[in-house]
């Protein structure tokens, strides 16, 4: 049976909880997730829990914001002008834009409020300084092909469809 190794493609359930025990996500009922093992596709510390692993194990593992989405940084929500959002797009709390920096890479804003005029944006993502509580199932282990490993994500279910 195979473990999970770089270059494995792991496909798994998860159920994502904060300190209180409050279930933030979940993949139960929908689409396992499948990742792309030494690729982060996910958060670094869920990413190490998952090496060595084969199908049918089940663990929990904790990860600090160190090893998840890092430490709140930066000033905090900004306020930018609703018209640089895209018309035909209903802007909402929650969503993710990728804004161009000074240096012309692509960084992802986070909108946190939106109000008639405005949208508060934040460079933090929503699970930065938080520790999170993953459940994991593991449903299969293989390896990934040439394409995956080029395109460092997984093709087919539970990860990218290309169109
Ligand atoms: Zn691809």
């Known amino acids: 049976m195979s473990v999970a190794v770089d270059g494995s493609v792991i496909t798994f359930h998860y159920t994502l909880k904060?300190?209180?025990?409050?279930?933030l996500d979940t993949s139960i009922d929908e689409e396992p997730m499948a990742a792309l093992q030494g690729a982060q596709n996910v958060v670094p510390g869920l990413e190490k829990a998952l090496a060595g692993k084969k199908a049918g194990d089940k663990f929990s593992v904790s990860v600090s914001p160190e090893e998840g989405y890092g430490e709140k940084a930066g000033p905090g929500p900004q306020a930018v002008s609703k018209d640089q959002f895209p018309d035909d797009v209903d802007?909402?709390?929650?969503?993710?834009?990728?804004?161009?920096g000074d240096d012309g890479h692509p960084f992802p804003l986070w909108v946190t409020d939106v109000t008639k005029t405005e949208v508060m944006v934040d460079t933090n993502h929503p699970l930065a300084g938080q520790t999170l509580h993953f459940d994991i199932e593991v449903l299969a282990v293989r390896k990934a092909t040439a394409e995956e490993m080029d395109h460092g994500h997984v093709h087919g279910p539970g990860g990218h469809h290309h169109h």
């Open 91 to 100: 802007v909402e709390a929650g969503m993710m834009f990728l804004a161009e």
């Open 18 to 23: 904060d300190d209180d025990g409050e279930v």
